[in-house]
Structures are given as C-alpha cells and as structure tokens.
C-alpha cells in the first residue's frame, strides 16, 4: 500500500461537520482522529483533561510535546481538527510538514452561524437518531455575525495561502459532501488508503436542525436585509478564490463633513468618543465591504483617513476591565485556572476594591507579555493585540492619512477636520477618568515589557 501522508489535520470551524467527518475517519482502522486536540478550553473533546497521556497544563506549557505525540503512531494515520482560535503556536508545524494532510471543511457561514446560535440556546451539540431535537429559534446577530464570518474568512485565507506558498494541496470538503459514500472513498483514497474499496459515512449522527432557515431564525427578515448587502455568491467561494483583504474593514466609519473623514478604530482605543465627534457634525456610514469603501473613497474626493493610538498602558487597563465585566465567562475561567491572573469567582468581580485591581492588573499584564509573545495558549485578540500589528493589517487595504494620539486629540482633531474642509468642527469631550494607581512603576514597567514593540515604533512615554 502507497501512503503518501503520515498524518492529517483537518481545518474546520464550529457546526461545519467536522464531528461527522471525524466518526467517519475513525471508523476506519489504522485511522484516529484525536479531536479538538489544541482546542484553549479542552483537550480533545469536552470533560477531558489529558491526551495521549498530557494534561492540558502540560499542553499549554509545549504544544510540541502533544503534537508529536499525536503523529508518533507507526502504520498507522493520526491526526486531529484545528478550528481559527486553537493554539497558534502549533500553526506553522503544522503547514511545513509536508507529510501531514490538510483537510479544509466548510459550510454555508449563514447555517453554520445559526446551528451554533441554536446549539448554545439548547446545549445540545450532536444529535444520534434516538434523541429528539430541542425546538429553538435563533436571533440574527448582524454584527457577531460579521465579526464571525471576518476572523474564519482571515483563517481561511491564511491557510490557503500557506499552502499556495509552500507547494502543497488541500483536499476541499463542502458540508454537504459529508454523506457521500463516494467522496469520502475520494477523502480516504487521496490519504493513501487505496486499500480500501468503499467507505461509508458515519451513521451515528443525524441533522439537528433541518428546517428552512425562516423557521430556524426568529429575526428572519431582518436577517435577509442584512445578507442582501453582502455578496452571497461570494461567501462560499471567499476561502478558495477571493483576493485576500485588509482587516477589520467592517468597522470604519465613513463621515459625510466636509470632503470626508474615514475613521480606521483600534479595538481598546477611544472607538465611542470619536465616533460620537464624527456623529455630531453629520451623518456617518458604516458596515463597509472593502468595494463600498472604494466606493465611498471614490465619492468623497479630498477625504482624510485617520486612526487613533491609544498610550499601551491604558488600552491594556481597557481591555483587563473589558474581561472583568464582560460576557466571556470562559475567559476569565481560563485566567483563573491556565493564566495565572487569579480573578476571584465572578459574583465578587463588581466589589473589588482598587488595590486588588492593581494587583490582578499586573498579573494581566505580564500574561499580555506571553501573550504577545506566542507563549500562551490564546491568539492575540484584537482588543490586546499590539497596535503595530493591528496597523500593518490595516495597511493591507490602505494605511491611514494620519496616526492621531488619544492624548493630543482635542487639538489634532481641530487640524484634521480643517484638512478634510470641516470649518466648524465639534468639540471633542474631555476623556473618562483611569484609575490613579495606573501610574505605579511597576505597572509602567510592566506594560512596557508587554507592548515594547509599541512604545519603541510610536514614542510612548513611561507615564501615560
């Protein structure tokens, strides 16, 4: 038997399938998938805490450790599922070994987005012919579903161009090939099990939700009016063939003042305030497309584009008390338990006096510093992400005219609107108070251990 591979990975995300996909591998022998191994919350599948022998503390600690772990299996084919947030630090292992397959699973974002809204309603993830489906309906989320759809569109893209730069092939799986015999003999053929005449799908799993989309959404209306903005001819073909985008294009602001000024937010900086300075002298546009934009750029000859850098100090306190009071439970569970930020239990965060939010603040920081420094189990999320990074994403599509400081704003604002040919601009408000202990030294120091790339490209200063 000629198998060119001796491993696999398969590129999924959340309600796509993969769980069918992964029955159907390991009812095959000498086949094991060993599920979400670099999953940040789990360890394979849920209620584990150990694989092939590590614990998660242990994974968390090297990821190498368990990834060769999972690949020493002699005649044998192991491998496991990597969806856009697992541990990134095994990421280019994975796309320079040659030897280890790359599976790419996609579905219909629009259904993978509401089977994920309506497994959460009901907990109830896989479904076998003998149970019967809870009835629920899901609300339409227009902006978490952009947000979804952008980071697994970013992944998607990652991948194939990795693959493209590198020489290899993926083999490409729709949801809806999951039940064919046929393409499932292809999947297992192309691995290199030409042994095998015929592989059957797995049976032991059933659609949870085969209804029209109108019965499954409770806001279905305004669901349809949100997608009738986007291109729906695209979105299936985004991860094979579309052009690679700037990021975070959805959240600039486009104001009619003047010539116009495009706004270009880091997550963690002063988003409202200026958001509200621009509101204030007129209308403003957002939810663009990287199209609509262009258009809109097209449209607004003279216009001005501008960001705003936030001092890192501060935007690392945003983004510590964004995790206080939240929704992301998890999150601060796995700071607890993986992190070493010791957040006390969730019903005491709001009673918290200032010298333990000092002191959790500098436990949060030097978690930033590994973070940041692809030691930790989590990616850099947009909200903690160094601003360095986050402008060499912007300038994909296009950098800023103007890099404006959170510090300077009620003056370089006044500068910039006159250059965009606003000649009353609004006044922009005094900013919210930080806590007084931010100017400690020692989370001075801190923050620039984590963020020093930032304080050294833009010139902050110690004290914010």
């Known amino acids: 038997m000629t198998q060119p591979f001796r491993s696999f990975v398969i590129f999924a995300e959340m309600r796509t399938g993969s769980n069918l996909l992964e029955a159907t591998l390991n009812g095959v022998k000498r086949v094991t998938c060993f599920g979400e191994a670099f999953n940040p919350y789990m360890m394979g599948w849920p209620d584990k805490d150990a694989l092939k022998g590590i614990t998660m503390a242990e994974r968390d600690a090297d990821p190498h450790r368990l990834l060769a772990a999972i690949f020493d299996k002699p005649n044998h084919l192991p491998g496991f599922r990597y969806f856009h947030d697992h541990d990134p630090r095994v990421f280019d292992a994975i796309m320079e070994d040659r030897a280890c397959a790359k599976i790419i699973l996609t579905r219909n974002p629009v259904d993978s987005?509401?089977?994920?809204?309506?497994?959460?309603?009901?907990?109830?993830?896989?479904?076998?012919?003998?149970?019967?489906?809870?009835?629920?309906?899901?609300?339409?989320?227009?902006?978490?579903?952009?947000?979804?759809?952008?980071?697994?569109?970013?992944?998607?893209?990652?991948?194939?161009?990795?693959l493209q730069v590198t020489g290899q092939a993926g083999f490409w799986l729709g949801y809806e090939d999951l039940r064919d015999a046929e393409v499932m003999t292809g999947l297992l053929h192309w691995l290199g099990r030409t042994d095998l005449?015929?592989?059957?799908?797995?049976?032991?799993?059933?659609?949870?939700?085969?209804?029209?989309?109108?019965?499954?959404?409770?806001?279905?209306?305004?669901?349809?009016?949100?997608?009738?903005?986007?291109?729906p001819f695209m979105l299936r073909r985004i991860p094979n063939f579309e052009p690679r985008k700037g990021p975070a294009v959805p959240s600039f602001l486009g104001a009619e003042a003047g010539k116009g000024l495009i706004f270009m937010p880091i997550k963690g900086g002063p988003t409202g305030p200026v958001g509200g300075w621009l509101r204030r002298m007129g209308d403003v546009a957002g939810d663009f497309n990287q199209n609509s934009l262009r258009q809109w750029k097209r449209q607004h000859v003279g216009h001005r584009s501008f960001t705003v850098l936030r001092h890192p100090l501060l935007r690392a306190w945003a983004a510590f008390d964004s995790l206080l009071r939240g929704k992301n439970a998890?999150?601060?569970?796995?700071?607890?338990?993986?992190?070493?930020?010791?957040?006390?239990?969730?019903?005491?965060?709001?009673?918290?006096?200032?010298?333990?939010?000092?002191?959790?603040?500098?436990?949060?920081?030097?978690f930033l510093r590994r973070n940041l420094n692809g030691q930790t189990t989590l990616p850099a999320y947009?909200?903690?992400?160094?601003?360095?990074?986050?402008?060499?994403?912007?300038?994909?599509?296009?950098?800023?005219?103007?890099?404006?400081?959170?510090?300077?704003?009620?003056?370089?604002?006044?500068?910039?609107?006159?250059?965009?040919?606003?000649?009353?601009?609004?006044?922009?408000?005094d900013p919210d108070p930080f806590p007084a202990f931010l100017n400690e030294q020692e989370l001075r120091g801190a923050a620039k251990k984590a963020y020093l790339r930032d304080y050294v490209a833009f010139g902050f200063g110690g004290q914010p």
């Open 113 to 162: 987005y509401v089977s994920t809204a309506l497994a959460r309603a009901t907990n109830q993830w896989k479904l076998n012919e003998t149970e019967t489906p809870i009835p629920a309906a899901a609300r339409f989320d227009a902006e978490e579903f952009r947000q979804v759809v952008g980071e697994i569109e970013a992944f998607q893209l990652k991948v194939l161009h990795r």
């Open 197 to 231: 005449e015929r592989v059957e799908p797995a049976n032991d799993q059933v659609p949870q939700n085969p209804r029209e989309l109108a019965e499954k959404v409770e806001n279905f209306d305004e669901m349809q009016a949100e997608l009738a903005r986007l291109d």
């Open 330 to 366: 998890e999150l601060r569970q796995l700071m607890r338990q993986i992190h070493r930020v010791a957040l006390p239990p969730d019903q005491e965060l709001a009673g918290l006096d200032q010298g333990r939010k000092a002191e959790l603040f500098a436990a949060f920081l030097d």
């Open 382 to 429: 947009p909200g903690w992400a160094s601003q360095s990074e986050v402008l060499a994403g912007f300038a994909r599509f296009g950098a800023p005219d103007m890099l404006l400081r959170e510090s300077d704003l009620p003056r370089d604002l006044s500068w910039l609107a006159a250059s965009a040919g606003i000649r009353a601009p609004a006044d922009f408000p």
